[in-house]
């Protein structure tokens, strides 16, 4: 047996948040590269289907499911009561969708009861709810993988960056209490925390963003691929609870996407 059939997802099936775009839509090819069929979930039906083309071609099952809002709890137990039916299986839930947040960059005083649970809702009762969803199954099942997605934000303060910051710190902790809940189920939880991972082709703007980055670049929306199926394979086995960063050095070398002072403007 080579090293790298312990990377191999054959059989498995896996629901990706956000699934439509940016890093959710890489890691839905990666996991399908790696033969994994693919449960593509968000709100617009575009993306979403145009992710399951590209699942398609390269010969695994996809079913999208778009219309599902992952901050409301009956639409994500349903979103996964027919992933379930669909797929016959679920073996990986990678909790991806999130958002900035509408009051990103407001000060204090300034943010709304509103603007606090939208936030909150997109960046972490997402990834409460998916898991408390799918855990059962995965359980009558003999286990599986649960990836949650936070961020650079998860580990350090920011300037008027209270919900994003205060969510993703959040989602470490879901991961930890996910982790140790069902260490002995077989079921792991990891987390990713990327970097400045730009969604933009323009070289101008990549080249400005790089300057501040200690690899004077910042990552390429596929550099997240490999990760995933990593944590999502056999090959990580013994890995739980973890939260992997992704940044180029970045919070290693104390950076932050504004420089030394931590804005949210950035
Ligand atoms: N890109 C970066 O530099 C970076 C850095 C650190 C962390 N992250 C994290 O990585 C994840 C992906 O970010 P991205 O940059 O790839 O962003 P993105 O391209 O904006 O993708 C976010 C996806 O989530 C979906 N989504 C958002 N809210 C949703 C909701 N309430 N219900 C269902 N789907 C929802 C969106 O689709 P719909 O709008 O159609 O629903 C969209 O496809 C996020 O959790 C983000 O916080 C990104």
């Known amino acids: 047996m080579s090293i790298l059939d312990q990377f191999d997802l054959s059989g498995q099936a896996a629901i990706i948040t956000g699934a439509g775009s940016g890093l959710g839509r890489e890691m839905a090819l990666a996991l399908a590269d790696a033969g994994c069929d693919i449960v593509g979930v968000g709100r617009r039906r575009e993306p979403i289907d145009e992710t399951g083309e590209m699942v398609t ?29 669909e797929m016959g299986r679920i073996n990986i839930l990678v909790n991806n969708a999130g958002l900035g947040g509408s009051g990103r960059g407001k ?40 990836i949650n997605i936070t961020s650079g934000w998860g580990f350090r303060g920011g300037r008027n960056n209270f919900m994003y ?50 690899a004077g670049r910042p990552g390429r ?20 609870g973890e939260t992997v960063l992704i940044d180029g050095g970045a919070i290693a070398a104390g950076v ?5 002072v931590p804005l949210v403007e950035a």
């Not at 509103?114 to 799918?134: H, K, M, P, T, V």
């Not at 082709?201 to 963003?209: H, K, N």
Request: glycine letters at 10%.
């Open 165 to 214: 910051s205060v969510a993703k710190g959040g989602v470490i902790q879901l991961t930890k209490g996910l982790a140790m809940t069902y260490a002995r189920d077989n079921i792991r939880a990891n987390c990713i925390a990327p970097g400045l991972f730009p969604k933009t082709d323009d070289e101008a703007v990549i080249r400005q963003i790089g300057e501040k980055q200690p």
């Open 107 to 146: 000060t204090l005083p300034e943010l709304t009861d509103e603007d606090w649970q939208s936030g909150i809702a997109s960046n972490l009762d997402s990834a409460f709810y998916c898991s408390r969803a799918i855990v059962s199954h995965m359980l009558d099942n003999g286990g599986g993988r649960i």
């Open 221 to 240: 929306l596929q550099e997240i691929g490999p990760l995933a199926v990593y944590l999502c394979s056999e090959a990580s086995d013994y890995m739980s």
């Open 256 to 260: 932050t996407p504004a420089g030394v």
């Open 57 to 85: 071609a390269k010969g695994r099952r996809y079913f999208g499911r778009p219309g599902t809002d992952v901050t409301d709890s009956s639409q994500v137990n349903a979103m996964v009561e027919d992933a379930i039916r």
